[in-house]
Each structure stands twice: as C-alpha cells, then as structure tokens.
C-alpha cells in the first residue's frame, strides 16, 4: 500500500533536517503505524475497554453479584408506582 499525505511547509523542513540528521524516516512512520491498534474491535469493545482503563469496572466492590443487583434494580422499576403529572 502507498499512502501520500500532504506535508505542511514546517513539517517538510522537519523531516528534511531529520534525513539530514541520519534518520530513517521510514522507519519512524512504520514504528508509529505499529503503535496503532490492530484491531479497533465492536463499539461494545471499545466501551469496554475505555470503562476498564478509566476504573469504572470494578469500581462498586460493594456489589458481590451483579446479575442479582440487577435482577432486583429491575424488578424495581417494573413494579413502581407511576409518578404523579
């Protein structure tokens, strides 16, 4: 694959110096293209992810068994009163 991208003038000079420098340009992209994710993976993944990075899982210790939390936090809202209009 051949990917052109437009340069701006600084970033050309940038780049120059750097090959003037001895450095390997080519190497430089093909290390940040490794850096990228292989995989983005579903927006369900992704959610996960993020949630996980940021402490979110995990965060309610005080919760043993989340399918039953659930469970009673359902059975809730289906049998409450309706508010009043």
Known sequence: MTLSIELTADE???VQAAKANGVDVVSVVRAAI????RDSGTVGEQMVAAWARDGVIGSRADIADSQRRARMLRESAQTREPDNL
Do not use: V
């Not at 490794?34 to 994710?37: E, F, G, K, V």
């Open 12 to 14: 050309e000079r940038r």
């Open 34 to 37: 490794a850096a990228l994710p």
